[in-house]
């Protein structure tokens, strides 16, 4: 593929929530510009960006795919991003790599959450946004209908550039507001042009009145001639969507039926007429390191280099790819970068776009646009490449918190090693998923958005790496402390013939303030146990507390007391003594009486105004203790609570269900409080379980 100037270039991400037909969109612009001789089906698995075996076999998008096209001497690259909300990492990384957003909205099913989120990320980031009413020709497909939940969910600056040319089954083409123009389609992708039909005028006058007043008022020279005159010359009205929309003030609709293909080759167009190229953004801002000033770095293939990798893959045969987007000087093959993020030299090889799974070589990517490499030793989903001694960094993509937990091991012993660079290539790959290693429950815990999020991770590992994994809900780490004070003798004696053991330690606990930990006092006189021997009563002290009493959680916040005991010349060691000091610590603390302690987590949930009575009252089920309410202003309501995290280990899933995906919620460990007795005999009881089964095994 040739090389592009940036006024010739515009990034466009494909948005929306799923089966809103974003794919099909891709497929039918693909089509329509010659790309693909033919157009897959995503019921098929056969389109050009779903091409992962989890995509074609489940019909959804789950990672980000780009494919270029080539349109009226305009180089477009299209960026698909999942429509699942657990998916949301890619949605947000490729919004920092496009000049504008095209949100897909299904004429079916209207405005949907993903529909929202992609609004609100565009809005974050400062990037324009367009929407396209897709799927004009399904059954209850309404154009005026999904209009007003667009325009109530988005406001008034969402109008239409297009009228449709009949509905549902009988939806032929579309009216061009701004032109008077009418495209209908026969069996091609591309419409023929015509006047529009009589029997529309009455019904789409009144639509580009109303096009006329949303761009008028985003441009106050428009508004002042449009007040004055009651109307706007064609030219004007198509200045002014130029300028409103590259602003963000202004968010044309407009509409197909994607797998047909209507309507993708007028989005083409319009794309290449009206949306902004990368020299129409603003400047990107870099922060310098060392205390120097932070600078801004305009579109400028000749300027310092300054890129960012928003998308890594694992390919099992190439290794990773990282996408990138430059937005200062140029990228070129065989030569070395900085990356500034992770302070590391990279080797540029060769340089390529991606479409889809295929690999098109380019010979440079200047400011502006974006290419692909393979093989980068360093660089990660979020990293700034510069050149060499540059040090400046663009901000990271701030990614959402992954907060559903599962407990993984391999299936087959001896692939724990498997399993480890496995974990490490899908969290360089997709960093919304995180892998922990638990020291409270001995437990490697994968985090993600949600159990969709979780079953691809799974079944990428199996694909990609060869390991099968079994998951179950990860344990939550509760801890174990002592009721009260108690003293107990620990003894282990054994005469056997020749060298026997002998150690007996006499133990006090007693419990300390919450968080103090574990304190060990040596309050040993008269050498009744020598000095040499006592780190072994502690040790075996340490050991049984790390184990736990009662239902096997490590013991906390207890302080021991070694203050008797009884040695043999001959037969006493380190290790009698060890074992005097655990059995002296286990029966001391069940004298003392076992209190089992859980995590207490500060949840804050972010809902629309009117579900927040509703979250609050699921917080109280959930022995939550509501801390606060507080509108944000934005239409959205903060509840803050403490809460047990074994009330809400699987409260993404909650919350999805509750609020019909509106809600967010982040969460932070807080402190540690007593279980309440009838729940905690419940957890001891399944420990007790747990380890006859295993004892039978």
Known sequence: MKTYDASNIRNVLLAGHSGAGKTSLMEALLFSAGAITRMGKTEDGNTVSDHEPEETRKGISVSLSLAPIEWAGVKVNLLDAPGYADFAGDLKSAVRAADAVVIVVSAVDGVEVVTEAAWEYAVEAGVPRAIVINKMDRERASFE???????????????????????????????????????????????????????????????????????????????????????????????????????????????????????????????????????????????????????ERACDPNGPLTGLVFKTISDPYVGRINMIRVFSGRLRPDSSVHNATQGAEERIGQLFTLRGKEHETVSEVPAGDIGAVAKLNHSHTGDTLTAKGDEATLPPVELPEPLLAVAIEPRTKGDEDKLSTAIQRLQEEDPSFRVDRSAETHETVMYGMGEAHLDIQLERMKRKFGVEVSSRPARVPYKETVRGPAKAQGRYVKQTGGHGQFGVAWIEVEPLPRGEGFEFVDKIVGGVIPHQFIP???????????????????????????YDGKHHSVDSSDMSFQIAGSMGLKEAAQQAGVVLLEPIVELEVLVPDGMAGDIMGDLNSKRGKILGMEPTGTGKSRVKALVPQAEVARYSIDLRSLTGGRGTFSMRFSHYEEVPQHLAQKVIDEHQKAREEASRH
């Not at 072994?536 to 070694?562: I, Q």
């Open 536 to 562: 072994s009563v502690e040790k075996g002290v340490v050991k049984a507390m790390t184990e736990g009493v009662a239902a096997g959680y490590p013991m906390v916040d207890v302080r021991v007391k070694l």
């Open 145 to 295: 209908r999904t209009l007003d939940q667009l325009v109530s969910a988005f406001g008034t600056q969402v109008a239409p550039v297009q009228f449709p040319l009949g509905q549902e089954h009988d939806f032929e083409g579309v009216a061009g507001l701004l032109t008077r123009k009418a495209f209908r389609y026969g069996d091609g992708p591309a419409g023929t042009e015509g006047e529009w039909p009589d029997d529309i005028a009455g019904k789409a006058e009144p639509f580009r009145e109303k096009l006329t007043e949303a761009v008028a008022e985003a441009d106050d020279a428009l508004l002042e001639r449009y007040l004055e005159e009651g109307d706007l010359p064609p030219e004007d009205i198509m200045r002014g969507v130029k300028a409103g929309f590259a602003a963000g003030r202004f968010s044309p609709v407009l509409l197909a039926a994607a797998t047909h293909p209507v309507g993708a080759d007028r989005l083409a167009q319009f794309i290449v007429e009206v949306f902004p190229s990368p020299l129409d953004r603003p400047p990107v801002k870099v922060t310098k390191r060392d205390g120097e000033e932070d600078e």
